[in-house]
């Protein structure tokens, strides 16, 4: 099971930057798909960015050209660079795992951006 812990989320302003990082208990060089979700009071959890180990990158629409998803093996760690960011970016952000095309995704308790003036 892998256990996966977030981190640098916090408070900044419409149009600041946020880093995010996502240690994993385990080399993640084999996992599949490393992912970040997001949840906003209201809403249903959506898919933000994935990365496959073949270094395939996705994107929700609504992040497309401000947001980069990057996994360092070395490092057991998954990154989600998050740049220009508005209101309806914040949510908690969640890091996933799913060590195969078929599996379901591993959780980690997620880490809270909020993005205000």
């Known amino acids: 099971q892998v256990q996966l812990v977030e981190s640098g989320g916090g408070l900044v302003q419409p149009g600041g930057s946020l880093r995010l990082s996502c240690a994993a208990s385990?080399?993640?060089?084999?996992?599949?798909?490393m992912a970040w979700h997001r949840q906003a009071p209201g809403k249903q959890r959506e898919l933000v960015a994935s990365?496959?180990?073949?270094?395939?990158?996705n994107y929700a629409d609504s992040v497309k050209g401000r947001f980069t998803i990057s996994r360092d093996s070395a490092k057991n760690t998954v990154y989600l660079q998050m740049n220009s960011l508005k209101p309806e970016d914040a949510a908690v952000y969640f890091c996933?795992?799913?060590?195969?095309?078929?599996?379901?995704?591993?959780w980690g308790r997620g880490t809270q951006v909020t993005v205000s003036s």
């Open positions: 996933t795992a799913r060590p195969t095309p078929s599996s379901s995704y591993y």
């Open positions: 385990q080399n993640i060089f084999g996992i599949y798909t």
């Open positions: 990365v496959t180990i073949g270094g395939v990158t």
